[in-house]
DNA sequence: GTCTATCATTTGTATGTACAAGTAAATAAC
DNA sequence: GTTATTTACTTGTACATACAAATGATAGAC
């Protein structure tokens, strides 16, 4: 049968499991109108303020030309500022930003929640360190 | 610190899985000018010629409208062909996607084994196999 | 037989993401 | 000190993907 084939496959599986669990972020961040990888660059943001560009793209896995969209973005909604020093961007949180930074931490702890009653607290932890390692490997590997 | 945290959500982690090993996944599919899940719908529609379009979005797990995207696409390619009957489009190769397939599985047995290079064959395929139970226990919570 | 509800598909629109090319600043070579 | 190289960032473009709305077809209610 196909689907077997399929499903042994491990760029089909992580791209099964990669959009179920974005569904459930995405759903829990959608009360505060960010999408998870938004609210996760703010937060970064917070603990590192005037952090640049490169690393915080590097922090968030994701390619530089996508930070600087995320970073537009959240310009537009108010909620970053950017100063460029020479050849550096640097990314801060704005009042507002700072002032969403409470209810994004209260987001991530529900998501987490509603992960571990669904997979077991245990379990859950085991799962989530198993895929990082995984995907450690693999960038170490390529 | 802040990559602590972000470490420990799955769905931050699963995305950076899925980008990973679809790194290796593209690459390997670029050599036959297909991205992997076009790929991979092909072998589908090898195997049940005249699928329909909600089945074989089923069984890629994918949206339905992005299953009519793809279809589009390796139509214009002269890949596969989609009759409609009644409300149903059915889904079938050509001639050209025919002489394709045995390059689609070269493809997918060399990517295979670079997983399992990277990995080894038993963990990979028991890495394969978790990712898999998880994504199906996500979706039977939803 | 018409009307309505349901189902399969497509299309409009939007988002996340990336690569490659472009630009601008800093550094190194000489 | 000018030129070349590297580095950091942004922009143009493109693709995968999804949701919601639109369309078209079947089936059920009466």
Same mark, same amino acid.
């Given at each position: 049968?196909?689907?077997?084939?399929?499903?042994?496959?491990?760029?089909?599986t992580?791209?099964?499991?990669?959009?179920?669990?974005?569904?459930?972020?995405?759903?829990?961040?959608?009360?505060?109108?960010?999408?998870?990888?938004?609210?996760?660059l703010?937060?970064?943001?917070?603990e590192?303020? +005037?952090?640049?560009?490169?690393?915080?793209s590097?922090?968030?896995?994701?390619?530089?030309?996508?930070?600087? +969209?995320?970073?537009?973005?959240?310009?537009?909604?108010?909620?970053?500022?950017?100063?460029?020093e020479?050849?550096?961007?640097?990314?801060?949180?704005t009042?507002?930003?700072?002032?969403?930074?409470?209810?994004?931490q209260?987001?991530?702890?529900?998501?987490?929640?509603?992960?571990?009653?669904?997979?077991?607290?245990?379990?859950?932890?085991?799962l989530?360190?198993?895929?990082?390692?995984?995907?450690?490997?693999? +960038?170490?590997?390529?």
């Amino acid at each position: 049968m196909m689907q077997e084939l399929l499903k042994g496959c491990l760029y089909f599986t992580a791209n099964q499991l990669a959009r179920e669990a974005g569904k459930l972020a995405e759903e829990e961040f959608r009360k505060i109108g960010l999408s998870p990888t938004y609210a996760f660059l703010i937060l970064v943001v917070k603990e590192q303020p +005037r952090i640049t560009l490169t690393e915080l793209s590097s922090i968030l896995h994701i390619a530089p030309s996508t930070g600087t +969209r995320f970073v537009d973005k959240l310009i537009v909604k108010g909620l970053v500022d950017r100063k460029t020093e020479g050849k550096l961007a640097k990314v801060t949180l704005t009042e507002k930003g700072l002032q969403l930074h409470d209810e994004i931490q209260a987001c991530w702890d529900r998501l987490y929640d509603r992960y571990s009653a669904i997979f077991g607290k245990e379990e859950g932890d085991a799962l989530t360190e198993t895929v990082l390692k995984a995907s450690e490997t693999l +960038r170490k590997a390529e």
